[in-house]
């Protein structure tokens, strides 16, 4: 049986634990898994050992900017028949300018200013995956329906 989880892309330890404990108190049948880089988590969503094997309803990707390496793993992320309909929100701390086209091209379901506080970068991050997992229907969304 597979785990139901949420992906986090980020790689400052100390906001990592913050959303971790938000979104497990939150959606508390949902796995948070931290991810330190792009590739790490491209791991965590490809494994499917059974110790591992895993639903994974949302990837947050906190990126400085869109490079070449964070469109190869959104790419390589689609690429995945079981993750096709997964929902990819990037929060991005500098102007995501002429790479907003690109990231839409990999369906990246959501580009958001990524705000400077910790506190309101974790808020928004749990607001997000409130809506992704609980509000907004894809296919295969949801826990039973609803994530809480």
């Known amino acids: 049986m597979s785990v139901p989880s949420l992906v986090v892309v980020e790689p400052d330890e ?44 949302l990837l ?20 995945v028949t079981r993750l096709v309909h997964m929902p990819i929100v990037v929060f991005v701390r500098e102007n995501a300018g002429d790479e907003l086209d690109r990231a839409h091209a990999l369906r990246v379901n959501s580009v958001i200013a990524r705000p400077d506080s910790s506190e309101a970068f974790v808020d928004a991050a749990v607001r997000v995956a409130d809506y992704r997992l609980n509000l907004n229907q894809t296919p295969g969304s949801g826990v039973d329906g609803h994530a809480t």
């Open 60 to 79: 947050l990707f906190d990126v400085q900017s869109f490079d070449d390496s964070v469109h190869d793993v959104l790419s390589a992320v689609r690429r």
């Open 14 to 57: 100390t906001e990592a634990a913050l959303l971790r404990t938000a979104l497990s108190s939150r959606f508390p049948r949902v796995t948070a898994i931290q991810a330190v880089s792009g590739d790490a988590a491209l791991q965590h969503l490809t494994d499917q050992s059974p110790a591992r094997k895993m639903h994974p309803l």
